[in-house]
Structure formats: C-alpha cells, structure tokens
C-alpha cells in the first residue's frame, strides 16, 4: 500500500534567501517530479511558489530520505541552513497540510487566491498516480469549497486591492469607469491594474516626465498627459490615482472644487498613494469627493485582514472536513483487496457450481439460475462490504480484513500454489 | 384563525431586524437569516391580509390601524423586489426595524383583526391603495437615503471596517433611492387623481395639503438632481419629504 511523504521549506521557517535557492519553475517542477517518479518508481508532484517549495511522494515504502536528497540538491551550499527549516510530514499530516496550502490558510496572507492556481499547475505538470490524483483532486476541491463557502477571500489585501475595492464600494459596477493617473510608478501600476480587473478604463496617465508616462499609456491604453495638464480632466474622470515622487501637492481643494461645479454630483474618489502626499487632504471635506491616502488604505487592509483570520476559523473546519473525507479514501483502500478477493471467491464458486449443473439445464433455465445466484451473491456480500469500509475507516480495519481472510481461506490457494 | 397570522409576521420581521443588525459584522447566518424573516413575515401577513379581505364585506383597511397593516405590507413586499439580494440586504437594516415595530403599532391598534367593516365604494379603495403603495415607496426611497447618508459619513470618516460591511454602493443607493421616488410619485398622482373624483369643494383638509406638500417637495427633488443634486443634498431633501409622509398618515385618520 502506498504511504505520503512531504519534505518542503516554507515561508514560515526558511528566510528568502533559502527559498531563493529551493525556488523552481514549472518546467523545472515537472522535470524534478517526472525524475523523481522514475528513479523512485513513485508519484511525484512537486509544488514551488515564492513561499514554498514542497515534494509530494506516494511510494510503496518510505521514500523521505530520497525527497529531502532531492530538495538539498537544489539548496546546493545553502544544505545547512536547509536541515534546520525542512519539514516532513507522512499521509494524514502530509494531506492536511496540502488542504491548508490550497485553501490559502498556510499563505503569508490568509486567503489569498493565487496559491489554487499554483497548486493546480505542479498538479497538471507532476507525475500523479492513483493517491497523488486523489489528494490533488480533493486538495483543489478543499480550496475551492473554502473560497465558496467562507469570506476568507473576499476582502482586499493589499493596498492596490482596498483602492479597488472602495471604488467599487463608491460606484458599485466599475465598467465605464474612468480613471486618471498620476505618476507612472510601479504603485500607480499596480493600482490601475486591480481597477481595470473589475472593469474600470483608464483614460489619462499624467507624469511629469511624459515619454515615462506615456509608455504606462500605452500599456493601458489610456491618453499620457503632463501634470500640469490634469485639471482639466478631473471634470470628466470618477477616479484619481496619484503616486508622484513629487515633493508638494499636485492637485490643490481649489482645483478639484472647480472641476466638482462642472460634475454636477457626480462622486469623485481620489486615492493618494504618494509619500509626501500628492492630494490636498482638504478635498476630503468637498460635497462627493472621498479622498484616502496610503496610511488611510493600510488601515482599511489590516481590518480586512484581521477579518480574514476571524474567517480562518471557518475555513479550518472546511479543511478538516476534506481531511476526514481523504483519511477514510485512503483506509477503505486497505481494505479493497481484501473485498476484491471475497467477491473473487464467491464468483469463483458460483461459476464452478453452474458448470457442473450446467449440463442438466436448459438454456432458459440456466439464465434464471444465473441471475438469481447472482442477486444472491449481492445481497449476502452487500452488507460485509460496508461493514468493512466502515470499519477501514474507524482504524480497525486491517484487523476486520485479517478476519475476513481468515474465515474464507482468502489467499490460501495462492500461498498453496 | 387568520388573524394569529400577525404573531408569526410580527415574530419573523422582528428576527430579521435583528438579524439584519448581526450582519454588520460581517455577511453570513444572519443576513440569510434575516432574509428568511422577511420572506416567511411577509407570506404570514399576506395570508393575513387575504384572511381579512376574505371576511370583509367592503375595504377592511380603512381605520388608521388596518391602514397602518396594509402600509407595512406594501413596504416589505417593495424591499423583497430587490432588498434580499446580497448587494442591497443591507437595506433590511433600515426597512426591517420600522416594518416591525410598525406591525406592532397596527396589531395594537386593532388593525390586524377581521373585523366587519362598512361598505365603502370601489373608488374609495383604489384611492387609498395607490396612495399607501405610493407612501410605501417614498418610505423605502427614504431607508435608501438613511443608509446613504450613514455609508457616505463612514467612507469620509475612512472607517476601517468599511469594506467589512457590505452596504450597497453610493452611487447604486443614489440612483435606487431617485428611481423608486418616480415609481411613487407616479402612484401618489394616480391616487389623487382618482380621490379627486370624489372630492367636493369644502373637504380640503390638512391631510391633502400635507400630500400635496409631499407631491412638491419629492417633485423638486427629481428636477434639483438635473441641476447636480445628487448624493448627500438628495438624500436630505428625501429624508425631508420623508418627514411629511410621516406626518399625513396620522393626519389622515386622526385630523381629517
């Protein structure tokens, strides 16, 4: 029977500078598992992000040795350091761990989204057999369960992301949005990034050096603008980005209170990401205008957050849900030969009992005699067969499937022969 | 018999509002819980009312009480159109607590029972249903106001748990709140309008000046959003006109 085994480093034990050295690609993922496979004659899966790099190997017998060789082969100089943040851990640990990591509550930040799409990849590039297949399968199901029937993810966790969300939180749909940027910077990026993601358009990226900004522009297929130019556009944009290095403010309360005149009540959200602020905090205090800055935004993410391990709870007891159901999979497994003999065997004596009375039936006679042992055979087995997966799952049933085979002689003729 | 069906009503908009108020830690049980309330009360009271038009030989709603029943009916079935979604089920939280305590006041008032009632003309009861369903509107338009109000006073406070409670967005409140003030305007003119087939010179009173009063103020509101009142300023203007309806029920029944 195959056992799990686990050996990997995470965020939680192993600095950067480890998980760096450890860190793999898809391909190289797939090449490590397909290697491992073969020379181990296992299934293998090996799962890396920028947490975590972690070996997954189902294997007749105990296989650790040969996953921690292979994981402190990647570390090369770094082996030392490596001994003291590896883990390994065995079936059930092992299976609750993957439920975990799927379901985001072993990330940095809990809940978040990306790590289902990782562990789906190094599923489809491994090398599954029958219980990687399985606990991969049901690992992705846990996730999924976890993101449907709790609010782990449905808050923003970052500041880019709670930026998004209060526009969404202001205009509701943001399709049709449109949104200005200032500053071409990576924090500007980003942000516009997590708007056009839920449907807003950026129309304007204003930068003071314009050929900088104007390849942001192109990018988002949005008009580059110098800085000075901006006024002008506030009348007919609903979201102000801003996150210039420059050192005073950008836009004055002046500027935007005209532009409001002109908006006839429309709301406008500006969000300042700039240290030194780029925003006048006077805006704030403008009938429609809802202006947040960096600190602002970083106080909004720590609540959600802190929302997020509330909900963990919730998604713990998903994954222990998911956990039991793989626990009982893989106990019914131990005892699904000793099933597959006793029906083998009661087949096996039926098919000889017809051949010797086959002789004096008819041909219609035979098939009824046939269908109504069969539905004997059945019924009488239908009833050990569950007793027996029940018992597999409660943890006596190898002790339940020693029985079996020793009330029916199971495997005695083989031994005989 | 059916006039028990109050106590279960009573009991489910109670919950819900209840329930309503633990949603705002967090969406979960209790808005499914809270939107459960507001259906099953709502089924309970409409067996109720269809129980009182059953014994009833002319329109069982005419006392203050009975009008009272068949004005929070209205409202909670205008809220059940759209308000147990998730993106407005917070909405219940303004709705659920005034349709519940005034429930309360029609069961106390007598309102909820099968009483006879006298023979009142087709006309008569049209009117006061339009005028109910149109009031019910400006009611429900007036709890979109609230939570306006109450959500733009959070983001501008940059509250830390504002995204953690999941309020309709501004601008969908905004524009909700104005479509359900022409929805109601319209049924409001349609009621006078058949009133006024009834009406003879003379039976002026406070109540009709007060509706009319409503008729102006929610009609301004309408064409000041044209001219950018959109937003906080529109949301006071309906809580003001809100303030009317409030008062032309009472005046109705008590000063006409």
Same mark, same amino acid.
């Given at each position: ?5 686990l ?32 020379? =181990? ?5 090996? =799962? ?27 570390a090369? %100089? ?22 975990? *990591? ?18 789906? #990849?190094a599923?489809e ?12 399968r ?8 976890? $993101? ?5 993810g ?5 500041v ?5 969300a ?40 204003? #930068? ?19 800085l ?9 944009? !609903? ?8 050192a ?7 500027? /935007? ?8 009540? &429309? ?30 935004? &970083? ?28 626990? %009982?999979?893989?106990?019914?497994? !131990?005892i ?6 006793? &029906? ?5 004596? $039926?098919?000889?009992?017809?051949? &010797? ?35 597999a ?9 020693? /029985? *079996? ?13 | 018999?059916?006039?028990?069906? /109050?106590?279960?009503?009573?009991l489910a ?38 129980g ?7 329109f069982? +709603? ?10 929070v009916w209205?409202?909670?079935g205008?809220?059940?159109? +759209? ?5 407005y ?17 029609? +069961? ?19 009117? *006061?249903?339009?005028?109910l369903?149109?009031f ?13 109000? +109450? ?12 995204? $953690?409670?999941r ?5 969908a ?29 003379? %039976?002026? %009173? ?9 008729? /102006?103020t ?5 064409v ?13 203007? #309906? =809580? ?17």
């Amino acid at each position: 029977m195959s056992s799990l085994t686990l050996v990997g480093v995470s965020h939680h034990r192993a600095p950067i500078e480890l998980r760096e050295r450890v860190a793999l690609d898809l391909d190289a993922c797939r090449a490590l598992a397909r290697r491992l496979a073969e020379q =181990l004659e296992a299934e293998a899966v090996v =799962l890396s992000t920028c947490n975590r790099t972690e070996l997954y190997l189902a294997h007749e017998e105990a296989s650790e040795e040969e996953a921690v060789a292979a994981i402190t082969e990647l570390a090369g %100089d770094s082996a030392d350091d490596l001994a003291v943040a590896l883990y390994r851990l065995g079936d059930e640990s092992a299976a609750l761990h993957l439920f975990r *990591v799927a379901a985001g509550l072993d990330s940095l930040v809990p809940g978040e989204g990306e790590i289902l799409g990782q562990v789906r #990849n190094a599923f489809e590039a491994g090398a599954p057999g029958p219980l990687l297949d399985h606990l991969f399968r049901q690992a992705l199901h846990a996730g999924r369960r976890v $993101r449907v029937e709790t609010a782990i993810g449905q808050s923003p966790a970052s500041v880019p992301a709670a930026a998004a969300a209060l526009a969404q939180q202001v205009f509701g749909e943001l399709s049709g949005r449109r949104v200005l940027l200032l500053g071409a910077g990576k924090m500007s990026e980003a942000t516009a990034r997590n708007l056009v993601s839920r449907g807003a358009e950026i129309a304007v990226v204003a #930068n003071r050096t314009i050929a900088h900004g104007a390849e942001l522009a192109r990018k988002l297929g949005a008009q580059a603008l110098p800085l000075d130019a901006v006024a002008a556009e506030l009348e007919h944009v !609903d979201v102000v980005v801003s996150a210039t290095g420059a050192a005073g403010l950008v836009v004055s309360e002046g500027t /935007v209170a005209d532009a409001l005149r002109a908006r006839k009540g &429309r709301p406008l959200l500006l969000v300042d990401l700039a240290v030194p602020r780029d925003l006048d905090p006077a805006i704030n205090e403008l009938e429609g205008c809802f202006l947040y800055d960096v600190d602002d935004l &970083r106080g909004v993410v720590e609540e959600t957050l802190s929302g997020r391990r509330g909900e963990a709870v919730n998604a713990e007891r998903v994954v222990a849900e998911e956990a039991t159901r793989f626990r %009982d999979w893989q106990a019914a497994l !131990d005892i699904v030969p000793t099933i597959a003999s006793l &029906r083998a065997l009661a087949e096996e004596i $039926r098919d000889s009992e017809l051949a &010797r009375a086959g002789g004096r039936l008819s041909e219609r006679e035979r098939r009824n005699v046939e269908s109504v042992t069969s539905q004997i055979l059945a019924k009488l087995l239908h009833l050990p067969t569950i007793r027996m997966k029940e018992a597999a799952a409660a943890a006596d049933g190898v002790v339940y499937a020693d /029985v *079996v085979r020793h009330l029916f002689g199971l495997g005695e003729e083989e031994r005989r022969r | 018999m059916a006039e028990f069906l /109050v106590l279960p009503a009573l009991l489910a908009y109670g919950e819900a509002a209840f329930a309503y108020a633990g949603e705002l830690r967090g969406p979960g049980l209790a808005g499914r819980l809270a939107t459960w309330g507001v259906r099953i009360g709502w089924l309970a009271q409409t067996a109720l009312l269809v129980g009182q038009a059953a014994s009833a030989e002319g329109f069982p +709603w005419g006392t203050w009480a009975g009008s009272l029943n068949l004005f929070v009916w209205l409202i909670v079935g205008a809220y059940l159109i +759209w308000g147990c979604t998730p993106r407005y089920r917070l909405l219940g939280l303004t709705v659920m607590p005034v349709a519940a305590v005034l429930l309360a006041l029609a +069961w106390a008032g007598g309102g909820t029972a099968l009483a006879d009632s006298e023979r009142s003309g087709g006309v008569l009861a049209v009117h *006061v249903a339009l005028m109910l369903a149109g009031f019910a509107g400006l009611t429900l338009s007036a709890a979109m106001a609230a939570l306006y109000l +109450w959500q733009e006073r959070r983001l501008k406070r940059h509250e830390r748990r504002v995204l $953690r409670v999941r309020v309709p967005p501004l601008d969908a409140l905004d524009r909700l709140a104005a479509r359900t003030v022409v929805g109601s305007l319209v049924l409001l003119t349609i009621g006078i309008g058949v009133g006024a087939a009834r009406f003879e010179s003379g %039976d002026f %009173d406070a109540a009709m000046a007060v509706t009319l009063a409503v008729l /102006v103020t929610y009609a301004s509101l309408l064409v000041l959003r044209r001219e950018g009142w959109r937003g906080r300023r529109a949301a006071l203007v #309906n =809580l003001a006109g809100f303030a009317l309806v409030a008062v032309v029920l009472p005046l109705t029944h008590f000063a006409s």
